[in-house]
């Protein structure tokens, strides 16, 4: 892990020991932005953040960053402020002032990126990196000074503006109360059996929704495990039997979508725990990816991590209100008390209830931001997993990911099939409501709405 922590770290380094005065062509590099959100996917995947959680620490760290981007280029992209509940303004610029916005939105992101969740200093090195990057390459003193002034100034902004969304009043609310008695509902699953995972997340301010239940699945299949022919029980034997006969390409398919950010390993009497990206962590990357392969320029690549991000936040609100809404129970669990108490799902059943699913949720509101960027039936070649051993996939669009994302939670036995389907169609809506409302390349047609 700390290898690849502090790889991007070790990269900027070296480049600041060999080039001197080319400061602007330094930070024009939109792979520098990049490498700055996988410095803080490693951070996330370090602390053990929940994909929900980490989701809004992605969206909060990318929202600031564009707002620079934004203050910047008023000729390209719109503030976001005045579209997104809560953010009533920002910062703006005084005349005169010299600022290296490719900088400053590189300070930003990383600032809202350790404080809105991680311990103080988590980004702290990272942070210092970039800014003997820019003295090391000729930033001029009182560019350098000012640059990173702007970007405190609206780093605290947007803390502020993040510290109003009860994230910090769902920290003290109960544990979830679990229903035993009820086969229906969802309890706790092996090996770890630990408690709900945030089950008040309904109660965060949407970014771009009216409100937590603006998009409401239908019912899930009514519980029925007495009669072979109800739906319910055929969705049972359905993801049993696929399980229990996967292909190796199948495998690989729910390996490669697994993005478990702790998987508790047994093996006799010892347990160790083994990271990778999150959901969220996972589509940060793609975001990366497309972007290089787009050739975009560094504004349009903050834009497109931004885009993607609040589709994400705002899916995984949507998703989380209807788990605890029907709060059902996993595959893993009817399956052991009905059919086979020996039956094991190929991934690790993460804890919370199983409809809808959170992966095939988030994977199609990021397709739907991604397509709304570069375009549909944009090929590329995904290499996130490569990192954690796992070989890479290619798709012809972001939206046949995203399709693909459901079966790898059908086969590995953590989601009925139908779930899947629904949350990506409930998904799209999400991701669809963020493309219409915002506007945040000027010749986008959003409707900026106000809050």
Known sequence: MKKIFFFCLLTIQLTACHHKNDYQAVFKDPQLYTNTVHELNGVVMGNNFSPIVASRNYTYANIAAYEVIAAGHPDQFTSLAGQLKGLTSVPKLRKGEQINFEFASLLAFCTLGETVTFPKGSMDKYIDSLKSLAKDHGMPAEEYRQSVAFADTLSKAIVAWAGQDQYLQTRGMPEYAVDMDDPSRWIPTPPAYAQAMEPHWDMMRCLVMDSCRQFIPPKPYKFDMTNKNSDYYKQVM??????????????????????????????????????????????????????????????????????????????????????????????????????????????????????????????????????????????????????????????????????????????????FHQSCIVSTEYGRKVGDLVIKKLRMKKEEPGMAAQF
């Open 238 to 415: 359905l993801i049993k039997n696929a399980v229990d006969s996967l292909t190796p390409e199948q495998k690989h398919i729910a390996d490669f979508w697994d993005d478990n950010p702790f998987k508790l390993n047994v093996v006799g009497h010892v347990m160790y725990g083994t990271k990778k990206f999150s959901p969220p962590g996972h589509w940060q990357s793609i975001v990366g990816i497309a972007a290089k392969k787009a050739g975009a320029d560094f504004p349009t690549t903050v834009y497109a991590y931004a885009k993607t991000s609040i589709a994400m936040y705002d899916a995984f609100i949507q998703c989380w209100e209807a788990k605890y809404r029907y709060n059902t129970v996993r595959p893993e669990t009817v399956i052991n008390k009905f059919v086979n108490q020996d039956w094991h799902p190929y991934l690790q059943t993460p804890p919370f209830p199983e409809y809808t699913c959170g992966h095939s949720t988030c994977s199609s509101a990021a397709a739907e931001a991604l397509t709304s960027v570069f375009g549909d039936n944009f090929a590329y070649t995904d290499t996130t997993e490569l990192e954690f051993g796992i070989k890479s996939r290619s798709y012809a669009s972001f939206r046949a990911a995203a399709e693909e994302n459901n079966w790898a939670r059908f086969y590995g036995g953590i989601h």
